[in-house]
Structure formats: C-alpha cells, structure tokens
C-alpha cells in the first residue's frame, strides 16, 4: 500500500494549482487523474468554446499569461496546451489514466481506492470539478419520444444534431454561446430564457472581467457575502469569448433570428409551457446590470480614471417580442433537439465519508471540510472569493487551502 502525505484527485488547473503549493511547502505528495491532465477540457467541452475570461486573467501560481493577445480569449485547444504546459513547468508528480473509485476514513488519515490500487495519505484534496454532471431539470424526463435531447457535455457542433428545429433551454453563458452557433449553421433555435446574467463584453473601453476586478467585486470573500448559496449557485454571465469582443446577449441572438421564450415549465402531452414572466426577467437582469454599472462608474470616478475612460452609457433594455409564445408543441417536428444548457453540478458520489448536503454538495468552510479534518476541496463556484469561479480563483483559494493543510499536517505531528 502506498503511503503518502497528500493526495490531489484531478489534474485540472485547480489540482495543479494544489501540487505546485504543497511543492512549496515540501509537502510530498501525488495527483491522482482518471484521464489526462485538462482532462475535462480535452473531454468535456465543445471544440469552439472559447474562454470568457480574458488572457492576461488566466492566471495560475508562479504563472502569468505572457503571449501576443493578452485582450484575446483562449480556445478550448489553448486552455488544454496552457494547463499541460504548466504540469509539466511545475513538475507536478501527476498520475494519469488512475480513476479514484473511493475515499474513506482512515486511524491515520484516509484510505484511497484508485484504479486498482490503494493508498494512504493524511490529507486529501478533492479537486475533480465543478462541470462533471450536466444539471438537467425534472422536466427533461417529459420530452417526448422523437425529440433528441443533448447536454452541453455530449454536443460537440451543430453537425451532430438532426435536421429541424433545436430549443436551447438555458440562457447562461453556455446556452447563449450554443444558440448563437446553432442558428447561425441553419437550424432555427428557441432559447427558452430563466433567470440570467446580463453584462456588455466591453463597457468604456475596457473589458467586463477588469470592471469586475478593478471594482473589487471578484475578491469578495466567501464569508461576507450575504447570500452565499445563492451565489455559489448564480447562473454564468452571457458572455462569450469572440474576436471581435461582441455582446451575445438577448438582444443580439433576437437580431440574429433566435426566437426567445420564457423559462420552460414543464411538458404536458408534448406541449411545452414557457413562463408568461419573460419581461419581469429580462428587466431584472437589466436592472442588475446597469447597478453593477453604477458602481464601476463610482469606482472609476473615486480612482481619478475619468479623464482617462470614455464617458459613461447604458445599453438598451432587453427587447422581448409582446406575441413570444407560451407553448410550444414538440410532437409537431418543429423542434428536433432539445439542449439542456441547464448547468454543471460536480460529482463526488465516490466520496464514502459523510460530508455531502442532501444535495450531494460537499460541506465545507472556504474549501476545508470541517467535518472531515484533512479533507479539502478546490475549484468550486464562489469556493472563497467570487472569483474562485474562474481559473485564476485558484491563485489564492490554492494558497489558503494548502497553508490550512500545513497547519493541520502540524497540528497532527504534536
Ligand atoms: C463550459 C464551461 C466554460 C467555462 N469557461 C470558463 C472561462 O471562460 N474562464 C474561467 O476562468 N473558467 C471557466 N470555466 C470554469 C472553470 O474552468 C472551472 O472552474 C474549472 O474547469 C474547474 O477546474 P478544476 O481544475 O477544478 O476542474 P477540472 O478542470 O474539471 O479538472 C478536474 C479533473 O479531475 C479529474 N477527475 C474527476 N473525477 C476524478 C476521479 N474520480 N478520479 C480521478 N480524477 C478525476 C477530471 O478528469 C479532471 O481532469 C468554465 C467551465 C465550464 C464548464
């Protein structure tokens, strides 16, 4: 039986991150991954996602962006080379091709059952994802028969899905990203529309994520925001990562020719029922938006910037057609495919200690599973700071959770 340290499941750019901390701090250790390093994003993303996240913030620890278009954003093909590269740059004692089936507790720490082996470590950092389910709604049970139905984790382009109609239910980040790409290769697309997040790609000249960085909105920390499940449950923004920096909000899918609707109810007898509150949505989403722009017009003018930046603007509301429809009949071979860009929940059905919510979410106090001392989690949603969200979260929620782990490895030595 191997014996360990720590042990890191899943060599993303999160687990990475935790290998290149506990290396710091002389920590031995392994990363255990049941694929290859990025592997979710070789598997699990479309071809032409490209990051939201601008380059030069695709940040890691001991690494910054230093390519020719730091305003770009990354395609899924550089993400994959930019996280391989870093492996191997931090020399990350990465063991590939080895699925963790179970982690218990053990006297001296836990017992990890690997591929088909076991071993013992002191610590465990559980780093396997956000993304590793789609979170398909009840009513995805009720399509009826002929209609396809695909999550985001299976669709690769608009080539694999059968001629007709698609409705895109969902409109984060994902769904307005697919819409757009579905309709613009020939098949009409629904996008049946929920709660969503609002934000213009550029706002005075500058790109939405240095807004929300510069305003100090990304580091808010876990422990202060008031509704933090909410937050850690907050749909992503409607960006994508385009070149010519494009908004690929409502508005712009309408003017393409995608039909909007409400949120989808539920499916009776083929009949799809979409919420009649479509407006109330989109002007919230647009109220929230133009607070969030307030507030970078205070910052902006408390840190001497106007001079600097083109003056302040609003974007036009949200338009929603006063005839979008409130049903829709998927019997009829209007629609053929239906995708579900519902969102990702992550899986840790594995973890055999008593640590997950009724939901299946781990428990757990800024990536430290209280419950389990030894026990760490990284690379979930709003995990210490709002932007522990996206790649570069992992600079400091990396640093807080392996300099608990010290303490703890310490703490235990006594
Ligand atoms: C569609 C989509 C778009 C996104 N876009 C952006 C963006 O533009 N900018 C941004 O900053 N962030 C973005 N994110 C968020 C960000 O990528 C995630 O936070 C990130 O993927 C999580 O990184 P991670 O290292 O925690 O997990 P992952 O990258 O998912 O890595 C987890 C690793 O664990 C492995 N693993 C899982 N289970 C096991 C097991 N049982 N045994 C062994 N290994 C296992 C997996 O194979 C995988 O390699 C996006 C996420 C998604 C889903």
Redesign the pocket.
């Known amino acids: 039986m191997m014996q360990t340290t720590a042990v890191v499941?899943?060599?993303?750019?999160?687990?990475?991150?935790m290998s290149r901390r506990l290396t710091e701090r002389s920590i031995d250790h392994v990363v255990?991954?049941?694929?290859?390093?990025?592997?979710?994003?070789?598997?699990?993303?479309?071809p032409s996602?490209?990051?939201?996240?601008p380059n030069w913030?695709?940040r890691l620890p001991g690494q910054r962006y230093a390519g020719e278009d730091p305003d770009g954003?990354?395609a899924v093909a550089d993400?994959v080379t930019t996280?391989t590269r870093y492996a191997g740059h931090i020399g990350a004692p990465v063991r590939t091709a080895?699925?963790?089936?179970a982690v218990r507790a053990a006297p001296r720490g836990f017992e990890i059952r690997?591929a088909d082996e076991v071993l013992c470590a002191r610590t465990v950092v559980l780093?396997?994802?956000?993304?590793?389910l789609a979170a398909t709604p009840r009513v995805a049970d009720d399509v009826p028969a002929p209609v396809s139905s695909l999550t985001?984790l299976a669709y690769r382009d608009p080539s694999q899905l059968p001629d007709g109609g698609v409705l895109v239910v969902g409109a984060s980040?994902?769904g307005v990203q697919l819409a757009g790409e579905i309709h613009r290769s020939g098949h009409p697309v629904t996008l049946a529309v929920g709660e969503h997040v609002r934000l213009p790609r550029t706002y005075r000249g500058r790109d939405i994520f240095w807004w929300l960085e510069a305003t100090g909105l990304l580091a808010e920390r876990y422990d202060e925001i008031d509704d933090l499940t909410r937050a850690r449950h907050l749909p992503?923004p409607q960006?994508t990562?385009t070149h010519e920096a494009a908004m690929t909000d409502l508005n712009s899918l309408t003017a393409q020719g995608v039909r909007i609707v409400g949120r989808l109810g539920r499916i009776i007898d083929g009949l799809a029922q979409f919420s009649g509150s479509l407006p109330n949505t989109c002007a919230l989403a647009d109220l929230k938006m133009n607070r969030f722009l307030n507030r970078a017009d205070e910052w902006a003018t408390t840190a001497g910037l106007d001079g600097e930046l083109p003056p302040p603007h609003r974007f036009a509301p949200t338009y929603v057609d006063p005839r979008t429809p409130l049903e829709l009949d998927l019997t009829s071979g209007e629609i053929t495919t239906v995708l579900w860009a519902t969102g990702?929940r992550p899986?840790h059905t594995?973890l055999d200690i008593p640590v997950r919510d009724r939901t299946g979410r781990i428990r757990h106090d800024g990536g430290v599973v209280t419950d389990a001392p030894g026990l760490y989690v990284?690379?979930?949603?709003v995990l210490r700071t709002r932007a522990?969200?996206?790649?570069?979260?992992?600079v400091t929620d990396s640093q807080a959770v392996a300099s608990h782990l010290h303490t703890h490895l310490g703490s235990r030595r006594q």
Do not use: C, K
Request: charged share 10%; no cysteine.
């Open positions: 499941i899943g060599a993303g750019h999160a687990g990475l991150a255990l991954e049941r694929g290859e390093v990025a592997n979710s994003w070789r598997t699990q993303r479309w996602l490209r990051l939201l996240t913030q695709t954003y990354m993400v996280i080895t699925t963790v089936h690997a780093a396997t994802g956000a993304a590793n985001p980040a994902t992503s960006l990562g990702f899986d594995w990284l690379g979930l949603p522990s969200t996206y790649i570069h979260g992992a």
